[in-house]
């Protein structure tokens, strides 16, 4: 039996509220729909271009698939910055991006984890004993159909030779951050997440990272959407900068040349 955990919309709701406020471009806060792993770092960026510019950013976060469906549903939203390419390639097939403003900014790396207490120690490899490894649990990460992380822990192990041996053992998350909650609560004793997300929760602990090899290359691709307000533009451009890549580094992202 796989266990299901899934958005009920509240996130859609307040994002079509918005689009019903009668602001005006020239004070209207950027508006940033953007993928969970982006949380910690995004926060800090965010608050760093209010700062410096005065401009207000308003942050909301959610799987990229989520995201993408909102856009679609006509959530008004300035930038979306995805965690994959296919949910970026989604709205863009609908004319729902500017496409020449879309730019692959990061990149990331695939991690199993573990509770921090945990005593579980598996290398991977080829055919290696994941089910073993999980004993009577679940393996935790993104719902594979839809979120990107489990769309990446897929492929991976796919092509490690065991994603037969877990396919029905897996706890679906909604997003990257609710997989990794139920290994940092001991609800999982593993999980597949990115990098940068086991380093921000001292609730788990690296057991190993796939080889990039075993999956797509994790990227991130960020743009302006077709009903941004020009206040995107300089926040995108700001995204770029030193400052904003200084930052991308320390949470432990890998930034695109």
Same mark, same amino acid.
């Given at each position: 039996m796989t266990y299901t955990r899934r958005t009920i919309g509240s996130g859609l709701f307040a994002a079509l509220f918005l689009t019903a406020l009668p602001v005006h471009a020239a004070d209207a806060p950027v508006l940033v729909f953007a993928a969970s792993s982006l949380t910690d770092v995004l926060n800090e960026i965010g608050a760093a271009y209010t700062r410096e510019t005065g401009r207000e950013v308003k942050l909301s976060y959610a799987a990229s698939s989520v995201l993408a469906k909102q856009i679609e549903a006509g959530a008004r939203a300035d930038i979306f910055f995805s965690a994959d390419t296919d949910w970026m390639d989604y709205v863009g097939a609908r004319n729902l991006i500017d496409t020449a403003t879309r730019r692959d900014l990061l990149g990331n790396r695939l991690v199993l984890v573990a509770p921090q207490d945990s005593k579980i120690e598996v290398k991977i490899a080829p055919n290696f004993p994941l089910a073993k490894a999980l004993g009577r649990g679940r393996l935790s990460t993104g719902d594979p159909d839809s979120v990107p992380v489990g769309k990446y822990a897929r492929g991976a192990l796919t092509s490690l030779g065991v994603?037969?041996?877990?396919?029905?053992? @897996?706890?679906?998350?909604?997003?990257?951050?609710?997989?990794? *909650? $139920?290994?940092?609560? /001991?609800? !999982?004793?593993?999980?597949?997440?990115?990098?940068?997300?086991?380093?921000?929760?001292?609730?788990?602990?690296?057991?190993?990272?796939?080889?990039?090899?075993?999956?797509?290359?994790?990227?991130?691709?960020?743009?302006?959407?077709?009903?941004?307000?020009?206040?995107?533009?300089?926040? @995108?451009?700001?995204?770029?900068?030193?400052?904003?890549?200084? *930052? $991308?580094?320390?949470? /432990?992202? !890998?930034?695109?040349?």
């Open positions: 994603w037969n041996d877990v396919a029905d053992r @897996l706890i679906r998350a909604e997003n990257v951050r609710s997989a990794l *909650s $139920f290994v940092a609560r /001991g609800e !999982a004793p593993l999980g597949i997440v990115y990098e940068t997300d086991a380093r921000v929760d001292k609730g788990v602990r690296v057991v190993d990272v796939f080889p990039q090899t075993t999956h797509l290359p994790i990227i991130y691709p960020v743009a302006a959407t077709a009903t941004a307000h020009a206040a995107a533009t300089p926040f @995108l451009k700001y995204l770029q900068s030193d400052g904003a890549r200084a *930052s $991308f580094k320390k949470f /432990g992202f !890998a930034v695109r040349p």
